[in-house]
């Protein structure tokens, strides 16, 4: 196996997974069109103490009679009880979830998937280029850096959306940026209100001084857009052991036993979500692989 | 009274062929549902085996790309015949499995799981290829990180009655891949057949306990040496071979090839292949729900990455083709399966060119690539 992999949480269950554990809807935030942040309670106690994720990580969500759907947790790593998942609105589960109202109960089974290296990054500048739906599974790091914000250098939020009403967490960008995280924003098209900057994240990369030897870069987004992170990254000298993507392939199982999400040797469920750049490198670039 | 001597493991016996009929009763009496090679509708099956005289003595199958028939050719061999599309993985990883029901109880769920496996299964006739083919299942779903408990308790009753192959068929090139004609270890017995006894060969404490009151003599080394002469001449009579010499790199070097867009133009992404093989591990869980919306089950059903849905999701299809599926089959089963556990995915049974209704030879797509490459 690839060193270049993230190291996995230990096991918890040496059996495979395959039954959820019920989770009552506590509460559901609408964020932008299409998407909406559904925060879980385990309803068993027990479990709701025993329950814990990394920033990175993903439960499969199971709505009975529609199936399972691999949602990233979205919330705060310190709170554990409160599990918040974005859902954007797009197949059979994610458009079941949307109908469902506070109190209604969920499966959940996880957490799946290797964690963004919030520890292996700790004294390095964090440049974090994300877009559109791929924020929210970078916000638990960006609450992981609040809770720590003394561990990292000079820290950047780059997020892009296609239009301003399509970013997300608006409301929380001046509470980041008061502790400390330089949010700079992008659209790919602006409106009459929008005074900020237009175009896609990549481009926005040569406005930033980036030292090569000490930033790790986070991305995270629509497939093409990392693609371009990726390479602006590279052409900026960053050596891509310090480049980390999250992946996202139709998941069944969350354990690398349905072979589903295979990318070349990796599972996406079980090797990843989160990679380093340089295990992926032989691969990334091949079309429709 | 004496207690029965029974061989030691690593030995071999020979008893006379209607012997058999005694260890598989010594088998049920055990418990053990006996399972083997059975001709039904003019091909060969896996099911019931109650006796020596209902195996497909006499018959041998034709096979080549996309061709198959079962021939009776009148010879006095019982296990001779190359298996048809049924594996033994029906068994082990059933196609169609519930994981469990859930029923609806006020707002929340109540999960029923399934009755545990009870059923002891003996396979008998199990071909080197397919042996292998179990171990190879045996890596996928047993995990030093998670092993699956429905295959677990599956695998963990079912005794095998190998077998060599000494007249190996038309597509078969276990040689290449190092899982045959002989059956590697792994059997609990291992039969060779000669003409006129089957040598036995133990593989394990359950195996040498079911000799027990099965009459046999120490294999004579005229009759050993006449085994290994077979095995011989069945190694030099492979129906293909691959050079797998270069694998897995071949593949993962070569992900833009030209040659994957020829095979693509030839392949139907009908999944043939991944359902005959006897190590495509691929599956989905499809939730049903009852009319009333409140019974509601959870389902495992085989998979294929030749399915366009296999890469569905958020919209988009990351495989939209057939010749992005075609490559990931094939870089799979011979290119990542090595990474990903420590061995080819492959057996060299030859199903997938047998059963292929396009005739796509994997043997003649490795060395097409081979060629392109080089050239």
């Known amino acids: 196996m690839s060193t270049a992999l993230i190291a996995r949480p230990a096991a918890v269950h040496a059996d495979v997974l395959l039954e959820p554990t019920w989770a009552e809807i506590i509460s559901i935030t609408p964020e932008v069109e299409g998407v909406s942040t559904f925060t879980f309670r385990f309803i068993d106690p027990l479990v709701r103490q025993a329950y814990s994720f990394r920033p990175g990580q993903f439960n499969m969500v199971s709505v009975p009679g529609a199936g399972e759907a691999a949602i990233s947790i979205s919330s705060d790593p310190a709170d554990c009880e409160n599990i918040g998942h974005s859902v954007r609105f797009v197949g059979n589960v994610t458009h079941s979830i949307g109908r469902l109202k506070v109190g209604d109960v969920v499966g959940l089974r996880g957490p799946f998937g290797s964690s963004w290296p919030v520890n292996e990054i700790e004294g390095k500048d964090v440049f974090i280029a994300t877009g559109g739906i791929g924020l929210p599974p970078l916000r638990p790091v960006v609450y992981h850096i609040l809770h720590n914000r003394e561990k990292y250098g000079k820290v950047t939020l780059l997020y892009g959306a296609r239009t301003p009403d399509q970013l997300m967490y608006t409301e929380e960008y001046e509470g980041w940026r008061q502790a400390g995280i330089d949010v700079q924003l992008s659209v790919d098209r602006g409106d009459q209100s929008w005074t900020g900057r237009v175009g896609v994240v990549p481009m926005w990369f040569y406005q930033f001084r980036i030292d090569p030897r000490k930033t790790a870069v986070l991305t995270c987004g629509p497939e093409i857009m990392i693609r371009f992170v990726i390479y602006e990254a590279l052409a900026r000298r960053i050596p891509n052991e310090n480049v980390y993507v999250s992946l996202e392939r139709n998941m069944k199982c969350g354990q690398g036993s349905c072979g589903h999400c295979q990318l070349g040797p990796y599972f996406i469920c079980k090797d990843g979500p989160v990679f380093r750049f340089d295990a992926l490198q032989p691969f990334f670039n091949v079309e429709e692989f | ?375």
């Open chain 2, 1 to 375: 009274m004496p207690e029965e001597r029974l061989p030691e493991i690593g030995s071999t016996v020979s008893i006379q062929k209607p012997v058999l009929n005694t260890l598989l009763a010594r088998l049920r009496d055990e418990g053990f549902e006996t399972i083997g090679p059975r001709v039904k509708n003019g091909t060969l099956v896996y099911g019931a085996l109650e006796s020596l005289e209902e195996l497909p003595r006499g018959y041998v199958t034709e096979q080549q790309a996309g061709h198959f028939r079962l021939v009776y050719a009148g010879h006095t061999r019982y296990f001779d015949a190359i298996p048809g599309q049924p594996s033994w993985k029906q068994f082990l990883f059933p196609a169609r499995l519930e994981l469990f029901s859930m029923h609806k109880n006020g707002k929340g769920w109540e999960v029923s799981k399934p009755q545990p496996e009870k059923r002891n299964l003996a396979f008998i006739g199990v071909r080197a290829c397919e042996l292998a083919a179990i171990q190879i299942q045996d890596r996928a779903f047993i995990r030093e990180d998670f092993s699956d408990p429905l295959y677990r308790s599956r695998r963990e009753r079912v005794f095998i009655l190998a077998v060599d192959c000494l007249h190996p068929g038309g597509t078969c090139f276990c040689a290449s891949l190092g899982t045959g004609p002989r059956a590697n270890d792994g059997f609990d017995l291992r039969l060779t057949e000669l003409d006129d006894v089957f040598l036995i060969k133990i593989g394990s404490e359950l195996g040498r306990a079911m000799m027990s009151g099965v009459p046999r003599e120490a294999a004579s080394a005229f009759l050993m040496s006449s085994a290994e002469r077979s095995i011989e001449r069945a190694n030099e009579n492979m129906g293909r071979v691959l050079d797998t010499s270069d694998l897995p790199d071949l593949l993962l070097n070569n992900l833009d090839s030209l040659e994957w867009d020829e095979v693509a133009r030839r392949c139907l992404s009908c999944g043939n292949c991944t359902q005959a093989c006897p190590t495509c591990f691929c599956w989905d869980a499809v939730d049903e729900l009852d009319l009333t919306g409140t019974q509601a089950s959870r389902v495992r059903v085989w998979d294929s990455c030749f399915n366009p849905d296999y890469s569905y999701q958020a919209g988009g299809n990351t495989r939209p083709n057939i010749r992005s599926r075609y490559r990931q089959w094939l870089s799979h089963k011979l290119g990542s399966w090595v990474q990903q556990y420590g061995t080819f995915g492959c057996v060299g049974c030859g199903r997938c060119i047998t059963w292929c209704p396009a005739g796509i030879d994997l043997t003649q797509e490795i060395a097409a690539l081979r060629k392109e490459t080089v050239a």
